[in-house]
């Protein structure tokens, strides 16, 4: 048995002069980056040292068969001898080492414990649709872990029940705003969101719901209040929206103007709507400015926050936690229309342990918008077998929302 060790400026060409001088035999045990060339520690190029073994004894066979088997190789004994010879053990090495036995280790012990190293087609399978979905990977590991728990392997052939009952934790994880009841006058409900999630058409959408009675609900003395003036085009549409409504519309600027229009409707209105500028989560100063403003909403305003339903699972974390100083208690589902995937909301809103309490796909007043039920969500999901009469029977009394 030879040791050996050799340098070059590449990985490619110490492997290739290591196999010229030694052979196919040689046995690369560590490398590691060094400095070659220079003068006096100057000039001095990248490189690569690799120390090895290279092993020529013949094969002796006995008379035995049965010993006629060479015996394996021990790199990790090697490595200790190249070490000590060198007289400069490398830490890197013996931490790689103790990792390998320690993962060893794992490995036997799951299989003496009897552990299946793969998990079973079914939990595998539901975990491909939520994925496909757009669930996140904590949503995902956590339905998955679920299975694991309540499905012994014998139930777990049962694909159609496993599914079903996914579909129904799913369900359950939808938590939907319940409105308080409302003791003083006016009932305040902001609007919060970034720019283009369709804020102005959701506030006329609003308006009509409940300005106009529509689903059969008694009519609410309703008025709109705009801080959004930096847009004409805004201010423009949601005065119009008022004048085929015939709902007052108030545009202010500042949080002295938003106080006193408050107060002039204190004692004539039952309802009144807030639409806000759009601002990137990112703009913190804007943000903090508008936020300012708001403040004169008081502490029983409703802030509700507006979020698309095509938006990006990450961007959605990142747009709930910037706005999150505003203290919304509830998130309204945009644009549901412009996406078949539903699972980014659903992991994200349940995650983050905040409720839903609109839904709202198209662009027309005020039809397109319904109050945000389970099942709605549900009947979105790709892949998922769904029963629909069985999850409205489950779900229309637990979680009905009335106005």
């Known amino acids: 048995m030879e040791y050996f060790t050799e340098q070059a400026p590449t990985h490619a060409e110490c492997i290739r002069k290591i196999k010229e001088k030694y052979g196919e ?23 690569v040292e690799m120390t090895g073994i290279v092993n020529n004894e013949p094969i002796r066979y006995a008379a035995d068969p049965l010993k006629n088997v060479r015996k394996p190789l021990d790199l990790e004994e090697e490595k200790r001898k190249i070490l000590a010879m060198a007289g400069k053990p490398d830490p890197s090495i013996q931490t790689v080492l103790q990792e390998v036995r320690s993962l060893k280790e794992k490995l036997e012990t799951a299989q003496i414990q009897g552990k299946p190293s793969e998990e079973h087609q079914t939990i595998a399978k539901i975990g491909d649709l939520l994925y496909l979905n757009d669930f996140s990977h904590g949503y995902t590991q956590a339905i998955q872990n679920r299975i694991k728990k309540e499905f012994s392997l014998e139930a777990l052939e049962d694909y159609d029940t496993v599914q079903d009952k996914v579909v129904e934790w799913i369900g359950e994880s939808v938590n939907l705003y319940r409105e308080p009841d409302f003791k003083f006058r006016p009932r305040v409900f902001v609007l919060v969101g970034p720019t283009g999630v369709g804020k102005t058409t959701t506030i006329a959408k609003l308006a009509a719901l409940y300005g106009l009675g529509i689903n059969g609900t008694n009519p609410l003395s309703v008025r709109m209040i705009t801080i959004d003036n930096y847009r004409i085009a805004a201010k423009q549409q949601i005065e119009t929206y008022g004048e085929i409504m015939q709902i007052p519309v108030s545009c202010v600027e500042t949080y002295e103007d938003l106080r006193k229009t408050l107060a002039m409707y204190a004692q004539e209105v039952d309802l009144v709507l807030v639409d806000t500028i759009g601002k990137s989560p990112r703009d913190a100063v804007k943000l903090a400015e508008m936020k300012q403003i708001l403040s004169a909403c008081g502490s029983g305003a409703e802030v509700h926050l507006a979020l698309s339903a095509s938006t990006k699972s990450s961007d959605i974390k990142e747009i709930m936690q910037q706005y999150e100083p505003f203290n919304y208690r509830s998130i309204i589902v ?36 319904e109050q945000a039920t389970a099942v709605r969500f549900l009947i979105n999901l790709e892949g998922f077998r769904i029963n629909r009469q069985r999850i409205e029977e489950k779900f229309a009394l637990a979680q009905q929302v009335g106005l």
């Open 334 to 369: 945009t644009k549901l229309d412009e996406t078949s995937r539903v699972g980014n909301i659903i992991s994200a809103v349940a995650e983050r342990g905040k409720s839903i309490s609109f839904i709202t796909n198209g662009q027309r007043v005020p039809q397109d918008i």
């Open 25 to 47: 035999n040689a046995k690369i045990l560590m490398k590691k980056s060094i400095r070659i060339g220079g003068f006096l520690g100057l000039f001095a190029k990248d490189g």
